[in-house]
């Protein structure tokens, strides 16, 4: 079956503070990973896709096909970089998307 | 429209009444979709549509949800005989096409309560 998990609810970090918010997946074919993110007041959006291998607002987050996971990662986090985070799937590598399965998301909270 | 638009915002209604909540998509979006989200829960995909047809309808929770498009435009889901367990925030979404590699965009959602 077709699952995300990210076993962490909240993500207190310090401002400066490197951080890694955890997902991992389970797909047995070739899966398309997503972080999505929803600042305050504001609506979800993309934050970055792991076929685009980019860096976005400092994030980054590296498929692991060994471990199922797709981490998101940045080395020193900012107060604004507060929200929830939500890692997705997409099960239909390059192909239909039908729908995105999203895992349960993590609040990330940066305190100054 | 510059997104995905969504009404009513904010939706209280008794037990046992029909609702119907509206998206409207980015314009030239054919792809479009709706998920609900349960308080302290995640994302749970309900239905999308390729125009206006819905190939698969098994992520609706109950036959008392229904969905619509019409064309490539907007899209209507309904509750009918709403209960408690209902209440949630509803999200709409589009993307240019129904393919991987197109971002999905999300209205501000619909946030339903029944009482």
Known sequence: AQRVTQPEKLLSVF??????????????????LFWYVQYSRQRLQLLLRHI???????????????????????????????????????????????????????KLSVKP | GAGVSQSPSNKVTEKGKDVELRCDPISGHTALYWYRQRLGQGLEFLIYFQGNSAPDKSGLPS?????????????????????????????????????????????????????
């Open chain 2, 63 to 115: 036959d008392r949800f229904s969905a619509e498009r019409t064309g490539e435009s907007v899209s209507t889901l309904t509750i009918q005989r709403t209960q408690q367990e209902d209440s949630a925030v509803y999200l709409c979404a589009s993307s240019r096409q129904l393919y991987s590699g197109n971002t999905i965009y999300f209205g501000e959602g619909s946030w339903l309560t029944v009482v």
């Open chain 1, 15 to 32: 401002k400066g503070a490197p951080v890694e918010l955890k997902c991992n997946y389970s797909y047995s074919g070739s899966p398309e």
């Open chain 1, 52 to 106: 685009s291998r980019e860096s976005i607002k400092g994030f980054t987050a590296d498929l692991n096909k060994g471990e199922t996971s797709f981490h998101l990662k940045k080395p020193f986090a900012q107060e604004e970089d507060s929200a929830m985070y939500y890692c997705a799937l997409s099960g239909n590598y390059g192909g239909s998307q039908g729908n995105l399965i999203f895992g349960k998301g993590t």
